[in-house]
């Protein structure tokens, strides 16, 4: 398998670390949607990342999606738990992570890609309430039940919600201050600790295997 797409991306970041989670071995090429677009489109024509290209050549695209034939892959292996219960709370922290990420993305795109004499500030107000209701959200349900930090323990709630709050930190931390959520500025300092997040940084880096 190959995984295209660069690791500034919190969505192919986070495929990347529940590959090697998962004990699945692929390859990476970090092609940018913008810098990389003749390129990317070769391999994908809609340019999305992430894109998978499978063994047998097939692209999958969408970071869930790439997840759900992943997990199919490693079964038994799963990142998910088996009781409903769990899954149910397992899948709203990962829901909460992705719309911090989506947010966190949409404001990024607002500020780079748009002429500052257009940007439409109500707008950029109101995905900003967004952003910070999801992290809200997602501190309060992560301090009630705490997620494992460790690579043997590690689920997908866990992983998302670790990327997902990196990234941001990485881009907007001025509108998500860390002070005011020292459950995830904590938690996802000791996730990125993991080899498995060193393997796939934040940024341009492309994606090892390791041995």
Known sequence: MKLIGMLDSPFVRRVAISLQLLGLRFEHESLSVFRSFDAFGRIN??????????????????????????????????????????????????????????????????????????????????????????????????????????????????LSTAVSWHFTQQMLPELVPAAEFPVLAAYSARAEMLPEFRAAPYGDATFRQQD
């Open 45 to 158: 024509p809609v340019v999305k990342a992430p894109t998978l290209v499978c063994d047998d050549g097939t692209v999958l695209l969408d970071s869930t999606l790439i997840l759900q034939y992943a997990e199919a892959m490693a079964r038994p292996r799963s990142l998910l738990p088996s009781s409903v219960a769990a899954l149910q709370a397992d899948l709203r922290v990962i829901g909460l992570a992705l719309a911090g990420c989506e947010k966190a993305v949409q404001i990024v795109y607002e500020r780079s890609l748009r002429p500052s004499e257009k940007l439409h500030q109500p707008w950029v107000d109101r995905v900003t309430g967004q952003l910070l209701a999801a992290y809200r959200e997602l501190e309060s349900a992560v301090a009630r039940t705490p997620l494992a930090d460790s690579s043997a323990a590690m689920s997908q709630a866990g």
